[in-house]
């Protein structure tokens, strides 16, 4: 089993920053895939960035140049640093990991940017 513990969401401003912080834990050999999604009010989930354990990310486009995504493979971390944040941003924002041949999930924190 693997437990996620998300933070760093919050209230911002358009054009502000936030990093969210998700941290795994319980028993297991290693993390391989980390990534965030992300879901607004009346939207479906969508992969916001991913990366592997050897550190190759993917963005989604719509974040692309305004988000990093980034690990910390002896903390079992991933963080996803957000910058020049925008109201279409607004949204839950869950973190997985996948490993023992699963894919787990984080509680979800909230992000909301106001213009």
């Known amino acids: 089993q693997v437990q996620l513990v998300e933070s760093g969401g919050g209230l911002v401003q358009g054009g502000e920053s936030l990093r969210l912080s998700c941290a795994a834990s319980g028993s297991f050999f290693s993390i391989d895939a980390m990534g965030w999604y992300r879901q607004a009010p009346g939207k479906q989930r969508e992969l916001v960035a991913s990366i592997t354990r050897g550190g190759s990310a993917n963005y989604a486009n719509s974040v692309r140049g305004r988000f990093t995504i980034s690990r910390d493979n002896a903390k079992n971390t991933v963080y996803l640093q957000m910058n020049s944040l925008k109201p279409e941003d607004t949204a839950v924002y869950y973190c997985?990991?996948?490993?023992?041949?699963?894919?787990?999930w984080g509680q979800g924190t909230q992000v909301t940017v106001s213009s």
């Open positions: 997985y990991a996948h490993a023992t041949q699963r894919r787990y």
